[in-house]
Each structure stands twice: as C-alpha cells, then as structure tokens.
C-alpha cells in the first residue's frame, strides 16, 4: 500500500494576487504537441543554449527574483553552488522530462517536485555534479546520458541554493530506481503536457528582501504546473517555465 503524500508547504504571502497567463496560452494547440527531443535541440540553438555551461555564469545571470543579502538571513551566494540535470527521452515522438519527488525526510525543500541534482563538491562543476547526484538519486547511469544545452540559474528562496540547470538526453526510457532516503517518486512528464496552459497558474508575490524587476505592485511572479498528481512550483517550475519559452516562443524570459 502507497504511503499518503504529505502536503508541500508553499510558503505564499498574504500579499499575493493572480497573475497572468502563460507565454505560451495563445500558442496553437498543434504546435504544442509533438515537441520532440530535436525540436527542443534546434531551439536551444537558436537561442545559443546549445552546448556546455558557460564558464562564470553566476548571480548577474539569475532567472527570477534573487535575494538581497542585507534583508534576510541568507549566506552571500556569489557562484553557483549547486547543479541539476534535466534529462529528456523521446517516447512516441513527444520529449519527456525526467522529474523526483524529494522525500518528506529532507531537511529543505522536503516533498517538492524537483529535478535530480544537488551541490557542488570541492572541485565539482556544475554538470559533474548534476550527473553524480542523477546516478546516486535515481540510478541514472552516467554513460547513458549527454549532455546537450543549459538554462540560466535560479536561486532557491528558501536554501539560498544558486542551482544551474544542466539539460541532457538519453537514448530512451531509462530503469530508474529513487534512494529512499532522498525520493519518494520517480516519474517523467511529456512536454507536451507541460504546455497545456490549463495544468499552469502564475502568482504575484511581494516578500520583504526580495530583488525585483520593477512593477506596479513590486511583486514578482511565481510559477505552478500540477500535472501528474503533481504540484511543481519555485525553482523547478521557473526552469521548466523557461525551456518551455524556449521552444514555444523562441524567448528565455532572460
């Protein structure tokens, strides 16, 4: 019998509202599917994500709101600290991300959709160390993946955490088995369901020591996919909202 999944603790403020739609809402339905592993390639490419991590990518680079050291308890992040991999396989010709559920033991970000990965060890960079952690989480063996592009970092808003996000592939889908004592569950998502514009909602958050574009309200927005039983939001969801910008609408939101 499946243990019952705990609620995540979203952390929402009392000053929130809706917010807007997604980039890709008025995207036709038919380019929506069929997103196939190459498609997401070509589209790197074009945006000149395509290839290995580029050296120094650090804070000035963050996609989405950072943190101002001076107002919260949070350490100074001055490097990426931390990698993930966001691995792809193709399967009846539509790219599926591959996607953990951190067990509800962790000390941060317990229960959350994430992708497999962790931080940096002395010397590790980043795609090292997204391919050491996909291995020891999941049993992803490193030979079977390639690694084809990246999207920009994120800072976690509650570990401080500047994560790269590594993109790869693998040549089909793989034998996958969780560490229990890091993942409840291993699964993958089509793209294509990703895109739906009715599995996404977007928020508008005003926090105290938060970095912000500059808005009417000063707030900045936060990102839902529930798709698959699943609710990703925070970091994972700003990495999935941008490659799916990437290849629908040809822009990172950078």
């Excluded at 950072?66 to 308890?73: A, F």
């Excluded at 049993?139 to 993109?167: E, K, N, R, Y």
């Excluded at 309200?217 to 990437?246: C, K, N, P, Q, Y």
Aim: no cysteine; hydrophobic share 45%; proline share 10%.
């Amino acid at each position: 019998m499946s243990r019952p999944v705990p609620p995540q603790v979203i952390p929402r403020p009392p000053a929130w509202r809706p917010g807007e739609p997604a980039p890709w809402a008025d995207v036709p339905r038919e380019h929506r599917t069929g997103i196939s592993v190459d498609r997401v390639l070509d589209a790197l490419v074009s945006l000149g994500q395509r290839g290995p991590v580029p050296e120094g990518i650090g804070p000035d680079r963050v996609l989405g709101p950072t943190i101002l050291v001076n107002e919260t308890s949070a350490p100074a992040v001055h490097n990426v600290n931390a990698g993930v991999l966001a691995a792809l396989f193709e399967e009846a010709g539509e790219a599926r991300l591959i996607l953990t559920r951190r067990s509800s033991g962790m000390r941060t970000h317990k229960g959350e959709v994430s992708f497999p990965g962790g931080r940096l060890d002395e010397g590790e960079d980043p795609a090292s160390a997204a391919l050491r952690e996909a291995h020891e989480e999941i049993a992803l063996d490193p030979s079977q993946v390639t690694l084809v592009g990246w999207i920009h970092p994120v800072m976690t808003m509650v570990s401080a955490s500047l994560i790269m996000p590594v993109l790869a592939t693998v040549p089909g889908r793989p034998h996958l088995v969780g560490s229990p004592q890091e993942v409840e569950r291993v699964f993958d998502v089509a793209l294509a369901e990703l895109a739906d514009p009715e599995i996404f909602h977007e928020e508008r958050w005003r926090i105290a020591g938060r970095t912000i574009p500059a808005t009417a309200d000063d707030s900045f927005a936060v990102w839902f996919f529930e798709v698959s039983g699943e609710m990703i939001w925070g970091a994972t969801a700003r990495m999935i909202h941008e490659l799916l910008s990437i290849v629908l609408t040809g822009k990172t939101g950078f």
